[in-house]
């Protein structure tokens, strides 16, 4: 299912020119920019974070919260034999450990070169690659009811223009009764700088303000978009599509933790949240 052809709308605006500045970005602008900024940096994602994120490992976070330990997917033993679609796989590392513990795992990515890191993990490890699908979050090329189970740590949700649809398409293709797990940065870090030092600590923006966040290269085109929703946002659309939200995690950053990750530091997760975790059952 991947599309083996390399993606020819890929800026030559090196991402240290782009410009950021806050502007609308529609569904088409927002995923034509997602692709082609996570092909650009699939290789330095998976060479920064591949370690933390392990080959096999389900973490829902930089604050490290493990599926193993958290069980926010709900009884392990239901995980055997059951259908997952992980969106926004990346190199599709929870997929793997979702198989190992049974399950038939889909992992799902919008990036060619992201899948390709999936590919390329499993020949280093000679497992056999979970199915890996190209397409984007918010149109999924599956039947309704495919699934019993979707997830997603950090991948898509952020990053797309119509979350309200994506929450629907997941409602279309689960079964009646599944769960659909998925984490983003905690909607209160809009309003702050997103450094890991002191700087990220006094909030400069509104929490309330929707205007996405866009870098875009000369010719004002986007290269990279990233969406808000507020916590009431994202319970509206859930509830909108179907989904009641069960639980919400706020994973605290952990002794001993020392690691960085862009904007998360040990420093700021002492002060405020870095991520919120959406735990909700279709209807
Ligand atoms: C921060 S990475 C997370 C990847 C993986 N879940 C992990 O934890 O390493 C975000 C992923 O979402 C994917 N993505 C972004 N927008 C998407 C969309 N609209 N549909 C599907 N995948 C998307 C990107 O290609 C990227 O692989």
Request: proline fraction near 7%.
């Amino acid at each position: 299912m991947i599309d083996d052809t390399p993606p020819d709308d890929i800026p030559s605006t090196p991402d240290d020119d782009a410009e950021a500045v806050r502007r609308e970005a529609g569904e088409a602008e927002s995923s034509r920019a997602s692709r082609s900024w996570w092909d650009r940096n699939a290789d330095e994602y998976q060479l920064e974070h591949g370690e933390f994120l392990g080959d096999a490992r389900f973490t829902w976070c930089p604050e490290g919260l493990d599926e193993a330990d958290a069980r926010l997917l709900g009884d392990p033993s239901a995980l055997r034999g059951a259908r997952v679609l992980e969106i926004g796989a990346g190199a599709a590392q929870c997929s793997r450990w979702l198989a190992d513990q049974g399950a038939l795992p889909v992992a799902l990515d919008l990036s060619y070169r992201m899948l390709q890191h999936a590919r390329r993990i499993d020949e280093q490890l000679d497992r056999v690659t979970p199915p890996l699908v190209q397409a984007d979050a918010t149109v999924l090329p599956f039947a309704d009811g495919s699934f019993d189970l979707a997830c997603s740590a950090y991948g898509a949700v952020p990053f797309a223009a119509d979350t309200a649809r994506l929450m629907r398409e997941v409602h279309r293709v689960l079964k009646p009764g599944s769960r659909w797990v998925f984490s983003v940065t905690h909607p209160i870090r809009w309003a702050f700088p997103d450094e890991p030092g002191v700087e990220g600590l006094t909030a400069t923006a509104s929490y309330f303000d929707r205007t996405p966040y866009v870098e875009q290269d000369e010719t004002g085109r986007a290269v990279y978009v990233e969406h808000h929703r507020t916590l009431g946002d994202r319970v509206r659309e859930l509830a909108a599509a179907g989904f009641r939200l069960v639980d919400l995690v706020e994973p605290e950053w952990p002794e001993g933790l020392d690691s960085e990750w862009g904007g998360w530091s040990p420093l700021r997760g002492r002060h405020i949240p870095g991520t919120a975790i959406f735990v909700c059952v279709r209807d």
